[in-house]
């Protein structure tokens, strides 16, 4: 039985800063196995009953993946899609379609410019407190859908 989750979290890094959280807004909500949290958060959470508190420890390759050498590259700073002064950190979309992968600068030398496309985390083993809000059964529309329909199933689909 696949299952819809909901969940409150609180995602530190190795060095205990806290990189996200859903304390304070909505709880997420989820179809297992659907994609719609990391992988190696949405298998470690498969026997969460809700009610239940716990650290869930994801390493890296399960999470944002490892880093990658060659998703480091040098363009002109002509070529980029930038208005204004242009700063080491900055982040961007790398093209129009908006699936399309978030790029932060990483140096700047004259017009030469180091773009890296890995995610912000590749190579972060995260650490989530997790909160089980709610779990149930999912629907047969949710299933047939591949995704949650809010908390009691009910919801819209976007
Ligand atoms: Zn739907």
Known sequence: MRRVVTFHYTLRDPAGRVLDSSAGGEPITYLEGAGQI?????????????GAKQRVQVPAAEAYGERDAAQVQQVKRAVLPLDGELQLGAQFQ????????????????????????????????????????????????????????????????Q
């Open 38 to 50: 990391i992988d190696g958060l949405d298998a470690r959470l498969r026997s969460a009953e809700a």
């Open 94 to 157: 790398a093209g129009p379609d908006r699936h399309a992968p978030v790029v932060t600068v990483v140096a700047i030398d004259g017009e030469d410019v180091t773009l890296d496309a890995n995610h912000p985390l590749a190579g972060v083993d995260l650490a989530f407190d997790v909160e089980i809000v709610a779990a149930r059964a999912a629907t047969a529309e949710e299933l047939s859908h591949g995704h949650a329909h809010g908390g009691d199933g009910t919801g819209h689909c």
